[in-house]
């Protein structure tokens, strides 16, 4: 079933006198997992994801949304989240649970120099979610954001949440981006300052933290069926990073190539297309997909185990 069909549905369940545009999302996987050196018994479980997402134009011209996320695996609590946002002309509040505890730092923190959070990706498994109060604005080439609340991984501090309040505030003349950050976590707390200037398909940026200095730059190019993205960077407190990464296109087949500062050698993967079917091959693994359109069939060996999955998404 299509999406604008829930929608339709949802909202012709409502009064009418609070109507609201309702996307209703969501997906079933079941996985299959069976373990061959030493062979064990294989294992089933099914993950679910339902997202609701109620969008309404208020009559004093901001926007109303709420979000409720619901996600369950076998043998597990289902995780709840839900937040409520207001957006106007003064900017974006928003109440609930955050996928990022420094999303106010991440803004004036251009030079990436913060590194009291360990990971703070959402899209990250290790990363850590936000449940409390963030606001965004954009004005006249300032962006600025800042959020406080509390922060837990599922797995790792679930528990005991940790306490979160970060600020950024970045400025954007033309190629040109300086920004001001400054994150606290638990009454530990780290500022940064940093600028970054882009110029065609090279980004170099730097800044100081907490007396570390940070200096690095990134490159994106496309030459043919040739695609190339390299970035580094030079720290006086750590070691150095680097990482190249590059993919040659041939028709339905592709390669692909990652190397950087922790590798002893190249990482590199074959994928070949053809219609629904797509094969990747590692050095350790090989995985084929089957794309269904809203269901997704797909199988993996790697090493000794063998990995199977479907999931239909709505």
Do not use: C
């Amino acid at each position: 079933m299509k999406k604008t069909l829930i929608a339709l549905a949802v909202a012709s369940a409502l009064p009418a006198v609070a109507q609201a545009d309702v996307i209703l999302s969501g997906s079933v996987e079941g996985k299959f997992v069976m373990d061959g050196d030493p062979v064990g018994s294989p294992s089933w479980t099914v993950e679910s994801d339902l997202d609701l997402v109620a969008t309404e134009e208020l009559a004093n011209g901001m926007t109303a949304t709420a979000t409720i996320d619901i996600s369950d695996s076998t043998g597990d609590t289902p995780d709840e989240d839900g937040t409520a946002t207001l957006s106007g002309e003064f900017g974006t509040l928003s109440v609930g649970t955050a996928g990022n505890v420094q999303l106010g730092a991440d803004v004036g923190d251009v030079a990436d120099q913060i590194t009291l959070v360990e990971s703070h990706d959402s899209t990250d498994s290790t990363a850590a979610t936000q449940t409390g109060l963030s606001f965004s604005r954009s004005f006249s080439g300032f962006d600025m954001a800042l959020n406080t609340g509390n922060g837990a991984n599922n797995v790792l501090n679930a528990a005991d949440p940790d306490d979160y309040r970060s600020f950024g505030i970045a400025y954007d003349f033309n190629d040109l981006k300086v920004g001001l950050a400054q994150l606290n976590k638990n009454g530990e707390s780290e500022s940064a300052v940093g600028a970054a200037y882009t110029f065609g398909e090279l980004t170099v940026s730097g800044g100081t933290s907490e007396g570390n200095t940070k200096a690095g730059g990134s490159y994106t190019t496309t030459l043919e069926d040739l695609s190339v993205t390299a970035t580094a960077a030079n720290n006086t407190d750590k070691d150095n990073e680097w990482e190249v990464e590059a993919t040659y296109t041939m028709g339905t087949m592709a390669v692909k190539a990652t190397m950087d500062q922790d590798s002893e050698e190249a990482e590199v993967e074959g994928i070949y297309t053809s219609g629904a079917v797509t094969a990747t091959i590692k050095k350790d693994s090989v995985e084929l997909g089957y794309d269904m359109g809203n269901a997704d069939f797909t199988v993996e060996r790697e090493d000794s185990t063998v990995k199977a999955s479907y999931k239909v998404s709505f």
